[in-house]
């Protein structure tokens, strides 16, 4: 299995079910998309979550409620960049999984799919994806709470610094491997994370100070 991470702004994915694992998935969707744009989500089904409802009210999505089992599967498939099988009925989940085969789209559908939704940490400008292919999802979460726990303030401020610096020594210094050996001393540097103490902008003066001294 290959992790990665995916752009979905301004993607079309299609939502089959208005359940709790639904919103689950689309809520996850939602919020580890970033700032790029917004997917362009769409929900069948025959009852929808109170929260889908609100989504739908806010314009994050777009509900259709109908019966899947008398739609036509292949025309709300067309076009489908991510399908997500979420309906309760296990024969028309295998319809639905059976006629995505025949459209170049990602499904995400238990094991069978092609796609899978990992357990996520989106923190402090961090997103870390946890998975266990499905071997103990209540093991994945328990990583994902015990991870969470070491990014803190401090983390938030270095990342935000460490992007700064990188730009800031892309100007001044040419040899590429030279700015990640700077970059990876600042954070085995005690002195850097001890800075972290003061608020963002005068930590990275700090820091900057601390690599002429010591580095440059």
Known sequence: MLPLYVNVADKRIVVFGGGEVAERKIRQILDTNGTEGKPDLEVYSLDFTPQIEELREKGELTCFQCDLCDSDLGKLLKDAFLVLVCTSDESLNTRILNEAAKFDALVNYRHEGDAF?????????????????????????????????????KEEKM????????????????????????????????????????????AEGLIRRIISDKYA
């Open 117 to 153: 939704m990992s357990s996520v940490i989106n923190k402090g400008g961090f997103l870390i994806s946890i998975s266990t292919e499905g071997k103990g999802p209540a093991m994945a979460k328990y990583m994902r709470e015990t991870i969470s726990q070491f990014i803190g303030a």
């Open 159 to 202: 990342l935000l610094i460490q992007a700064s610096l990188r730009d800031h020594l892309k100007e001044t210094i040419k040899e590429e491997e030279r700015r990640h050996e700077i970059l990876n001393r600042v954070l085995r540097d005690p002195e850097c994370w001890a800075a972290l103490d003061a608020p963002v902008e005068i």
